[in-house]
């Protein structure tokens, strides 16, 4: 969890940041909308992408394990179908009589080996995806920044005077009673 939080504290702020710099003044809230729509769709279905990965080598994996292919029918699909579900079914057949303790160990161990062989595959595939995103931002954003979010652009002065709060009908500035500071 340290390293999903540095990793992760790294990339977000330093790319929010990116964002906003690239966005005009003007825009900026309209541009922090969309990049943090756009970051949590893209999370959501990034995670829903992985996991069916995951979930589709497991069942493969399993589907083809020798340990699986002995199975009475009824425990084939629950084996196949998830990690947990492997585990749950094993330990209710060997309560049952239909596997020997033997067997669910192995079965059990075959289920972890084809996760742990399908999220690594996943966790490669998100790197690489990562690397991807990364030369091709590295190659589609400007070297300067367009705007500065903080530094204002020209005609910044003008605007400003003419939003200023000492300026709306006569209404006393922040401090004023009656005029006087």
Excluded: C
């Excluded at 809230?29 to 969309?34: F, I, N, P, R």
């Excluded at 893209?42 to 992985?50: D, E, N, P």
């Amino acid at each position: 969890w340290f390293f999903l939080g540095f990793g992760l504290g790294n990339v977000i702020a330093p790319a929010t940041t990116r964002m906003t710099l690239a966005t005009p003044p003007e825009k900026s809230g309209a541009g922090s909308a969309v990049q943090n729509t756009v970051r949590q769709v893209a999370a959501a279905i990034g995670i829903a992408v992985l996991s069916s990965l995951v979930a589709v080598s497991y069942s493969n994996s399993m589907d083809s394990a020798e340990s699986t292919s002995s199975l009475p029918s009824a425990l084939q699909g629950p084996v196949t179908d998830s990690i947990g579900g492997a585990y749950e079914a094993t330990t209710r057949a060997v309560g049952a009589g239909v596997l020997t303790p033997e067997q669910a160990a192995a079965i059990q161990a075959e289920a972890v080996d084809s996760f742990m062989t399908a999220f690594h595959m996943a966790a490669i595939g998100s790197a690489l995806l990562i690397l991807i995103a990364l030369v091709v931002l590295l190659w589609r954003l400007p070297a300067q920044p367009e705007h500065a979010a903080w530094g204002g652009h020209e005609g910044q002065a003008e605007i400003d005077e003419a939003l200023s709060p000492d300026e709306f009908e006569g209404e006393p500035a922040v401090g004023e009673v009656d005029g006087k500071a």
